[in-house]
């Protein structure tokens, strides 16, 4: 199943059960993506996650705003929409894990120092 055919499927479930928040999300993460098909690039998985990437970092930047602004209330609103976006995206590493990934190319390359970034950056990055 798609993104977007989950999206759609969630969007329905939200819709039986009233959950207006979901539903608000959920409509603006189908509208990203509609807007994805019709502007002529070919829709993968990767651009269907860049499109609700985009969407995130949108919500998150506009609660920074409202927060800034004196508006929590407003900024609850957008916290409470990236978390159900968040649902949609893969799940991010913490700092102590891409640690351990980083250290392990370096060795495995035999990377000694800084000098050496090149060798372990390209790999870590595919990583």
């Given at each position: 199943m798609t993104l977007t055919e989950q999206i759609?499927?969630?969007?329905?479930n939200?819709?039986?059960?009233?959950?207006?928040?979901?539903m608000g999300t959920l409509r603006l993460l189908r509208a990203a993506l509609l807007e994805l098909q019709k502007s002529g690039t070919e829709v993968t998985p990767e651009?269907?996650?860049?499109?609700?990437?985009?969407?995130?970092r949108s919500r998150k930047?506009?609660?920074?705003?409202y927060v800034k602004a004196g508006r929590q209330d407003l900024a609850d609103k957008e916290e409470a929409e990236l978390k159900i976006i968040q649902?949609?995206?893969p799940q991010q590493m913490?700092?102590?894990?891409?640690?351990?990934l980083v250290e392990g190319i370096a060795t495995e390359?035999?990377?000694?120092?800084?000098?050496?970034?090149?060798?372990?950056?390209?790999?870590?990055?595919?990583?």
């Open positions: 759609s499927q969630d969007l329905t939200a819709m039986k059960a009233g959950d207006r928040l979901l651009t269907e996650l860049k499109a609700i990437q985009k969407q995130a930047d506009a609660a920074e705003e649902t949609y995206l913490d700092d102590a894990a891409i640690r351990a390359t035999g990377a000694a120092g800084p000098g050496d970034f090149k060798l372990v950056m390209p790999k870590a990055m595919a990583a």
